[in-house]
């Protein structure tokens, strides 16, 4: 659940390059999807008969050590890219974008040569130098990413400092999930302030850290907490303790309607299928999953506007394996591929054509995450400055105490 080069020149002060980039959020609209989607299908009709992949001599073997999310290391993405280019691929998992910028520092930028963050962490990675360069050269198939995605991936994190860094890799949402048997919800009527509501005491679940966005932006929608959508806590520190300890108190004061926190992809199915949970604020990716399986459960966008984020593929500063990571990236960005991870994660993928190649339970259930103006109205998460992790740390461990009373 999952979402320029912003450099801050210190905490408290946007240069005039991180401005731009806040004004920059031009959403992507319905008409766009649909109108590159449906040129990618013409162009790659022809295509889609012959081979995926055309291996070259020095990347037609090897190993390829993928650091990834969980969800990204399904077995049908993995064996599917063994089978087409002869490398093997070790898969190392984490959790959080703060988990693989950790073990990556820790590892001093070797051991893994392919790392999939969300764009938006590249300005915090970047500090430590995690990643290098990206060489477009070497990645003939980079022209079939959807261009409004891959003008904003430059935007939203993945060139830092006039080094491009971060490719964009797929694209998913948090929003609100619920159990079909017990409720039934109308876009437009739906928000993120309905778990808050009484009648779901001990019936919520949530991430404690990306809930202060969701609760931010339904108390700025309503007036009672001002914070521009919440894009000013990624103005300055001041801001954004300001914003937070209004919303910390919201929270606290509706903490009984939390009955377990999501952290992970197994979280979300722990949490509806096991733990009874009956609301939250979720990932699009697993809740989607159980909804095509058939299981009572939907996920749509509230009226605040879903939760945005693109995730990337970046090559590690000392990897080892460089043809084989190349040759990843340039296998990831075919239709075919595309359409084997969204059929496997769930999440929305950046390659033309790959959406015309998903069958009617997935495109359904997208149309039905996403009615109306949904798309037009997604809040996309902005590149995260130097002081914004820490900070939002701070407040979730304010959040989480509370529930050790």
């Not at 290098?132 to 990413?145: E, T």
Request: one cysteine or more.
């Amino acid at each position: 659940m999952r979402k320029g080069g912003l450099h801050m020149k210190n905490k408290d002060n946007m240069d005039c390059h991180e401005q731009r980039s806040q004004d920059s959020f031009a959403l992507i609209d319905r008409r766009s999807f649909i109108k590159q989607t449906a040129a990618g299908a013409a162009v790659f009709a022809t295509a889609s008969m012959g081979p995926w992949f055309i291996r070259n001599a020095l990347s037609s073997s090897g190993t390829l050590n993928l650091f990834t999310w969980q969800d990204y290391s399904k077995p049908e993405v993995i064996s599917a890219f063994e089978s087409a280019t002869g490398i093997q691929v070790n898969v190392t998992n984490y959790g959080s974008n703060q988990e693989c910028m950790k073990r990556l520092i820790a590892a001093k930028a070797t051991g893994f040569d392919i790392a999939q963050p969300s764009l938006t962490e590249f300005n915090l990675h970047m500090e430590y130098d995690l990643y290098q360069k990206v060489d477009k050269s070497r990645i003939p198939n980079l022209g079939n990413v959807i261009e409004t995605f891959y003008k904003k991936s430059k935007i939203l994190g993945g060139v830092i400092r006039g080094k491009h860094v971060g490719l964009p890799y797929d694209w998913g949402t948090e929003a609100v999930a619920w159990n079909t048997d017990k409720y039934s919800f109308k876009y437009g009527e739906l928000s993120f302030g309905t778990m808050w509501e009484r009648e779901y005491k001990h019936k919520a679940t949530c991430r404690p850290h990306s809930v202060f966005l969701g609760a931010g932006l339904y108390l700025d929608s309503i007036g009672k907490v001002p914070s521009n959508r919440m894009y000013d806590t990624y103005h300055t520190q001041t801001k954004m303790r300001k914003v937070y300890d209004q919303i910390l108190k919201f929270l606290l004061k509706h903490k009984k309607n939390v009955k377990m926190f999501l952290n992970n992809f197994q979280d979300h199915l722990t949490a509806f299928e096991e733990r009874g949970c009956l609301i939250g604020q979720a990932w699009d990716g697993p809740m989607l999953n159980l909804k095509k399986e058939g299981k009572p459960f939907s996920y749509m966008a509230p009226k605040e506007g879903a939760l945005c984020w693109v995730d990337s593929m970046a090559i590690v500063k000392n990897a080892k394996n460089i043809e084989q990571a190349y040759a990843f990236i340039n296998w990831a960005y075919t239709p075919e591929v595309g359409a084997i991870m969204a059929k496997a994660t769930g999440y929305n993928s950046v390659v033309k054509g790959a959406a015309d190649l998903l069958d009617d339970a997935i495109k359904k259930g997208f149309a039905e995450a996403y009615p109306g103006d949904a798309l037009d109205n997604l809040w996309w998460y902005p590149s995260e400055p130097t002081y914004f992790v820490s900070t939002r740390n701070e407040y979730k461990e304010k959040y989480l105490a509370a529930f050790a009373d």
